[in-house]
């Protein structure tokens, strides 16, 4: 699974994407930093790329409905420090067994838990 990185996200989440044997690339390293979020989405949909960010905007829903995308990840902390951020995507990332499964899927994941949204897998 591929993922796209948030301009909102430490750069050093790459390395740990990486460290997990996945791929990532960063909207700031693609030019897309300051752009609205339906751009950021086409671009990931048109890359099959699943977004991460602390955008909570795109855990609405109605504007961005699970299987509509090829998924989404927002972390929703308290602390979003950088090490913070490691931190609890560290313990998500050593968690999650098969992130084929949650293609399409909105996740939120929070301090001590993560939950999928599900959606009918159109992308």
Do not use: W
């Not at 913070?84 to 301090?111: H, N, P, W």
């Amino acid at each position: 699974m591929r993922f796209k990185i948030d301009e909102n996200l430490p750069a050093s989440l790459g390395t740990l994407i990486e460290e997990h044997q996945l791929e990532s690339e960063t909207v700031h390293d693609e030019g897309l930093s300051g752009n609205p979020d339906e751009m950021i989405v086409a671009t990931c949909k048109r890359e099959g790329l699943v977004l991460i960010t602390m955008d909570i905007g795109f855990a609405n829903q109605r504007a961005y409905p699970a299987g509509t995308h090829p998924g989404m990840i927002v972390i929703r902390i308290r602390n979003q420090s950088t090490r913070s951020v490691l931190s609890v995507m560290k313990r998500y990332l050593d968690k999650q067994a098969d992130f084929e499964d949650l293609a399409g899927c909105t996740v939120i994941v929070e301090e001590n838990r993560y939950r999928v949204r599900r959606g009918l897998r159109e992308v």
